[in-house]
């Protein structure tokens, strides 16, 4: 089982059968509240009859298409409605078929990109520590998370990765983006005088880091990691798999932080976690400078065999429409995100919580590590929170919660105060 503790779990499965809006059904017959959107990636809600049918209707209309010099409308319109919801710049999208891929598909078009242009020199990426971009190889190279990188030997060569944005002593307890640390950004700088600009091809961060356990930026970070990379030449990838799809209460975190990058990775939410898919979309000056040569060639030598696979582009094209008519994508930016937030702040002094943080409707508790065993304690409140009726999700000691963006104020009064009760009969 992939990123599970499979001795554990085999001794005490953990099992869901069935799932409708914001609850799962365990095997147990149990009533589990979702609150972290399946794994940051059903925001729509779960089991949406619109999405369900559409994925039926076209599995038994063209099940597939070759993705290899054939098309379908559907990819097409799809590619145009994200086009339509992405910030203003990304005109152009490669499909794929998951996050991992998504970076990957990313980083080569940086390269080729540059190679292109006839600057071939750039072949460095530059990722940032703690960053989480998949498990594939490009991605656990500029990822800064040591335990998915450490097992698995020489990673991609010509990799920096800047400083995180996580000061604790400093920013405890904000709520939403702190004022100081922009001046993180400026190791960007640094590493650009030690390579040379030259030499660098991207940077990729996350927004606002997920995986980690929800690191939200500070004020101006990202504006200027987007000066900095301006001026060298630098192109500036956001990793969007978690921030897109309305999760901050913009379409896009680009959007929320008003920084317009070259590249927008994406997936999860793409098809409401219905059908694998991902996503990159790309400027059209990236696109415009590999649409040169023989017109017979191919253009780009990368591609996947599902590539904007008809099924799950009816999922997708269903899930964005479903995103529209219920105002989803910008849900979180109203009344019932400050309730979000209002609740998880409403747990600190409880026992072990030592940080909490929010944006949008993501947030984390931070839990003081039991000493000599850490990820244990954050551990058990997740398994406690299973058994309780809730679903959370933990990395470490912290606990990451995102429910669909569908939540409702009762919802967040179940999660919130279930997870007190929790943490206050933890060892
Ligand atoms: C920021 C980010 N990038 C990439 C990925 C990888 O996505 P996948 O698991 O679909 O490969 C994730 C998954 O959580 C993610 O959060």
């Known amino acids: 089982m992939p990123f599970t503790s499979n001795r554990q779990f085999k001794k005490a499965p953990r099992m869901f059968v069935g799932a409708k809006d914001m609850f799962y059904t365990t095997s147990d017959g149990r009533q589990v509240l979702d609150g972290t959107a399946g794994l940051w990636c059903v925001n729509a809600g779960h089991c949406r009859p619109r999405i369900a049918q559409a994925i039926g209707e076209q599995a038994a209309e063209m099940d597939y298409a070759p993705a290899f010099q054939m098309g379908h409308p559907k990819a097409f319109e799809l590619a145009n409605a994200l086009v339509g919801i992405a910030p203003e710049g990304m005109n152009h999208v490669l499909y794929t078929n998951s996050g991992s891929e998504s970076v990957e598909t990313a980083l080569k078009v ?24 998949g498990v594939n190889f490009g991605g ?64 990729i961060v996350e927004p606002v880091a997920g995986s980690t356990g929800v690191l939200i930026p500070p004020k101006g970070y990202l504006q200027k990691l987007r000066d900095i990379t301006k001026k060298h030449g630098i192109l500036l990838i956001f990793d969007e798999v978690i921030t897109g799809f309305g999760r901050l209460g913009t379409p896009f975190a680009a959007d929320y932080f008003g920084v317009i990058p070259d590249m927008i990775v994406a997936a999860k939410g793409l098809t409401n976690g219905t059908i694998p898919m991902g996503a990159v979309m790309v400027t059209s000056e990236i696109h415009d400078a590999f649409m040169q040569g023989p017109e017979h060639m191919i ?18 094209l269903a899930t964005l429409e479903v995103y529209k008519e219920e105002g989803l994508l910008t849900k979180g930016a109203g009344e019932i995100g400050k309730y979000w937030e209002d609740a998880l702040h409403s747990l600190k002094g409880l026992p072990h919580v030592i940080d909490i943080r929010n944006l949008g409707l993501v947030g984390a508790v931070e839990l003081e590590p039991i000493a000599g065993s850490p990820t244990k304690r954050a551990f058990a409140a997740f398994v406690k929170a299973f058994e309780s009726g809730i679903l959370i999700r933990t990395t470490g000691d912290i606990i990451a919660m995102s429910p669909p963006l569908m939540v409702e104020k009762s919802h967040i009064d179940q999660l919130i105060g279930t997870l007190s009760t929790i943490l206050k009969g933890l060892e």
């Open 110 to 133: 940086a390269l080729a990109y540059h190679r292109v242009k006839g600057d071939g020199s750039r072949f460095r990426l530059i990722g940032r520590e703690r960053g989480y971009h």
């Open 140 to 203: 656990i190279s500029v990822g800064g998370i040591v335990t998915n990188r450490k097992m698995f030997g020489t990673l991609l060569t010509g990799v920096d990765h800047l400083p995180h944005t996580h000061t604790p002593g400093k920013n405890q307890f904000t709520r939403g983006e702190r004022e100081e640390g922009a001046n993180l950004a400026d190791e960007l700088e640094r590493i650009v005088t030690l390579h040379d600009a030259s030499t660098i091809a991207a940077v």
């Open 299 to 316: 253009e780009f030598f990368h591609g996947y065999t599902y590539s904007g696979n008809p099924v799950a582009s009816a999922a997708g």
